[in-house]
């Protein structure tokens, strides 16, 4: 029986197999906090295809959104959504004070507009069209659908939050969706 304390899984909060390390199925090589492997988490969680959204909100100086693609559906009863805005986001506390969000679902055609959102450009909404939904947060024109909350909780996730918002009005566009696999942009083929 092995000496060693289980440690928790980075990805999970579970406690993992002590004799995991030792797998040699197993590549992951949880020594200890100081030898985590950035790169090959990265590696690994981009085989984790996704959607990719647009996060909008409005405050007094005008409309704000990041890319985002740590969106998921969360309960049905309350109807309620959950994302992952990072602590070095900006645009996420003006969100955060006005306590409302828009989840833009972005279309395969909207590559352009998933590239601008995930700058720091001041000016991200420069040429894109868009309308305020029931909490006044921004609808890009042309999404796959959009989901608008207000503000249900927010808590600590590491180096990111984990917002769960809950839903107040809801639709649907026409087309397919943008895909994000392995660091790039992909279509869905059924
Ligand atoms: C495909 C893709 C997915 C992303 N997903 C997230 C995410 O889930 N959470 C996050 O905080 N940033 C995510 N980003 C990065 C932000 O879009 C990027 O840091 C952006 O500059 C933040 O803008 P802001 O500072 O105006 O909030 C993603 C970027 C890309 C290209």
């Given at each position: 029986?092995?000496?060693?304390?289980?440690?928790?899984?980075?990805?999970?909060?579970?406690?993992?197999?002590?004799?995991?390390?030792?797998?040699?199925?197993?590549?992951?090589?949880?020594?200890?906090?100081?030898?985590?492997?950035?790169?090959?988490?990265?590696?690994?969680?981009?085989?984790?295809?996704?959607?990719?959204?647009?996060?909008?909100?409005?405050?007094?100086?005008?409309?704000?959104?990041?890319?985002?693609?740590?969106?998921?559906?969360?309960?049905?009863?309350?109807?309620?959504?959950?994302?992952?805005?990072?602590?070095?986001?900006?645009?996420?506390?003006?969100?955060?004070?006005?306590?409302?969000?828009?989840?833009n679902v972005l279309g395969e055609h909207q590559e352009a507009l998933s590239?601008?959102?995930?700058?720091?450009?001041?000016?991200?909404?420069?040429?894109?069209?868009?309308?305020?939904?029931?909490?006044?947060?921004?609808?890009?024109?042309?999404?796959?659908?959009?989901?608008?909350?207000?503000?249900?909780?927010?808590?600590?996730?590491?180096?990111?939050?984990?917002?769960?918002?809950r839903v107040q009005e809801l639709g649907v566009g026409e087309g397919e969706?943008?895909?994000?696999?392995?660091?790039?942009?992909?279509?869905?083929?059924?």
């Amino acid at each position: 029986m092995s000496e060693r304390p289980a440690e928790d899984d980075p990805t999970t909060g579970e406690a993992l197999d002590p004799e995991a390390e030792d797998d040699p199925t197993s590549d992951v090589g949880l020594t200890g906090a100081s030898s985590f492997d950035t790169a090959h988490f990265k590696e690994v969680l981009g085989h984790f295809t996704s959607g990719i959204t647009v996060i909008t909100g409005a405050d007094r100086e005008g409309p704000v959104g990041f890319t985002c693609q740590s969106f998921m559906s969360l309960s049905l009863e309350p109807p309620l959504v959950a994302f992952g805005p990072s602590l070095t986001s900006s645009s996420w506390p003006r969100i955060q004070a006005v306590g409302a969000f828009c989840v833009n679902v972005l279309g395969e055609h909207q590559e352009a507009l998933s590239r601008v959102f995930a700058t720091k450009d001041p000016d991200k909404f420069r040429g894109v069209g868009w309308r305020r939904a029931a909490t006044g947060s921004p609808v890009l024109d042309q999404v796959l659908a959009w989901i608008d909350c207000r503000i249900d909780t927010v808590h600590q996730a590491g180096d990111h939050l984990l917002v769960v918002g809950r839903v107040q009005e809801l639709g649907v566009g026409e087309g397919e969706p943008l895909l994000f696999y392995r660091a790039g942009y992909g279509r869905f083929e059924s």
